[in-house]
Nanobody, 115 residues
Framework: QVQLVESGGGLVQAGGSLRLSCAVS????????WAWYRQAPGKPRDLVAQ???????RYVDSVKGRFTISRDSAKSTVYLQMNSLKPEDTAAYYC?????????WGQGTQVTVSS
């Protein structure tokens, strides 16, 4: 059974930092493309950052220079380091894995940034 378990969310003041983790089990981690998405209330779920099996990354413009996505294949874990957080970063953050024809999602972790 494939599982993606996010952790690391919470309440933080504007300008603060959080590191999200996505622990993956039940599937081979290394070949996958992994991503973080976020969804605010009443809004669609949007891509935040993505990292491929080769280590290439891409980010939505609004987080460039503030967020960093990384992966640790030995731990089968994807990270999202979030610095200089803003109130508009408040959302539920979801981990997504794409491996072959498979598409997997975690249950999400809430990030709330107070002004």
């Amino acid at each position: 059974q494939v599982q993606l378990v996010e952790s690391g969310g919470g309440l933080v003041q504007a300008g603060g930092s959080l590191r999200l983790s996505c622990a993956v089990s039940g599937i081979s981690f290394s070949p996958g493309t992994w991503a973080w998405y976020r969804q605010a209330p009443g809004k669609p779920r949007d891509l935040v950052a993505q990292i491929t099996s080769g280590g290439s990354t891409r980010y939505v413009d609004s987080v460039k220079g503030r967020f960093t996505i990384s992966r640790d294949s030995a731990k089968s874990t994807v990270y999202l380091q979030m610095n200089s957080l803003k109130p508009e970063d408040t959302a539920a953050y979801y981990c997504r894995g794409q491996i072959g024809f498979g598409n997997y999602w975690g249950q999400g972790t809430q990030v709330t940034v107070s002004s």
